[in-house]
């Protein structure tokens, strides 16, 4: 039997959510998870971690490293995705590092002429860096790819 890959869905609360919601479909049928900031709009999602803002204090940016290391420990995921924001850097980097996880970054569609600042963090460690505007391009290297508008 052919087994599914298993896939993190990574975003901050606000627009990122938003832009994972609608991207939601895309991941019926395969096993999956979310990791976000506990916040109204966020909470009581199915299948979800949530954790505090990683940026309100240097503890908190410690724990929310060691929650989301033990969080990959326990899900094990072959990719992980993310629409962003600075909730996907560590991620990404302990998902590379410890877990030899495939990474997907979509830039948040907000980003039209500008690179975000966690598009700069991951963009050399992901295996697929996608972007929604044209402009973008210039801004990376060989490895982004347009997409067009999937928002």
Known sequence: MKRFKKIGLICSAGGHYTEMLQLWEAFEGYPKFL????EVATKD??????????FRSPLAFIKGIMKTFMILLKE????????GSEIAAPAFYLGKLFFKTKL????????????????????????LF??????????YGPKAQYVGGLI
Do not use: M
């Open 35 to 38: 990791l976000t900031y506990k």
């Open 104 to 127: 997907i970054y979509l830039e948040c569609s907000a980003q039209v002429y500008q690179p975000s600042l966690t598009g700069r963090v991951v963009y050399p460690i992901t295996d």
């Open 45 to 54: 999602h199915k299948d979800a971690y949530y954790l505090e803002n990683l």
């Open 76 to 83: 094990k995921p072959d990719i992980l995705f993310s629409t």
């Open 130 to 139: 996608l972007v929604q505007w044209e402009p973008l391009l210039e801004h």
